[in-house]
């Protein structure tokens, strides 16, 4: 991690691209136990994967924790926020198969599902690896003037190594989000022609907290 640099204000090279007012209101808070998937949109096809499970995990799985599960290479500009739930509930005989077919068919790393407040820090956040990309999107939680950020972090092998959220405020209870609607589109970030890992260029007038999650 790192403070927020110096080397004046980037210019805003997204624009307004805030929603209107006829876009429905979100209602649905993040729950555990539930599953997230995101999407290249142009394709459909499943890029991440992503099992949050509650306090009565099946076994070799650890309570509160979010399993992140890579699908198929980061190579896309815009990626789609899913939100789905399980079929089985926790503790019952379907729960474990389920949240194992989620996760199969990629590489997975793991984090902590409850952080606090504190663990949110201003400033901007340098990635360890060149092979980073972030994406904004509209902030659930405040959809008509926030904005959050997801800073994904690949190795050589475009394997997933690390997540860092960004937020334009610090959140009350340590969460990314307190409600999600059902989908959320996110756009990789630019600074003229060439990817920007500072969260900067989505709203150079910001504060700007992050929180890098510890992977395992």
Not at 76 to 99: C, D
Not at 143 to 149: A, E
Not at 163 to 179: A, H
């Amino acid at each position: 991690m790192s403070d927020e640099s110096d080397g004046g204000e980037p210019e805003n090279t997204i624009g307004d691209l805030r929603p209107d007012d006829t876009e429905e209101p979100i209602q649905t808070q993040i729950p555990v136990d539930s599953k997230l998937r995101f999407l290249d949109p142009k394709t459909n096809n499943p890029l991440l994967q992503v099992a949050v499970t509650g306090s009565n995990p099946p076994p070799n799985y650890a309570a509160k924790v979010e399993y992140w599960s890579r699908i198929r290479p980061l190579n896309t500009t815009l990626m789609t926020l899913v939100s789905v739930g399980f079929t089985s509930r926790p503790g019952t005989p379907g729960y474990p198969g389920e949240l194992q077919d989620w996760l199969s068919g990629g590489s997975v790393i793991a984090t902590a599902q409850e952080v606090s407040s504190q663990q949110w820090a201003q400033g901007v956040y340098v990635p360890e690896s060149p092979n980073s990309a972030l994406y904004w999107a509209v902030d659930p939680d405040q959809p008509t003037t926030h904005r959050i950020g997801l800073l994904v972090e690949r190795g050589s092998a475009d394997e997933l190594l690390s997540m860092t959220w960004y937020k334009m405020k610090q959140p009350v209870n340590g969460l990314i989000f307190q409600k999600t609607p059902s989908k959320l589109a996110f756009t990789q970030v630019f600074a003229g022609d060439d990817p920007s890992t500072d969260p900067r260029q989505i709203d150079p007038q910001a504060t700007w907290y992050h929180y890098h999650c510890i992977t395992r």
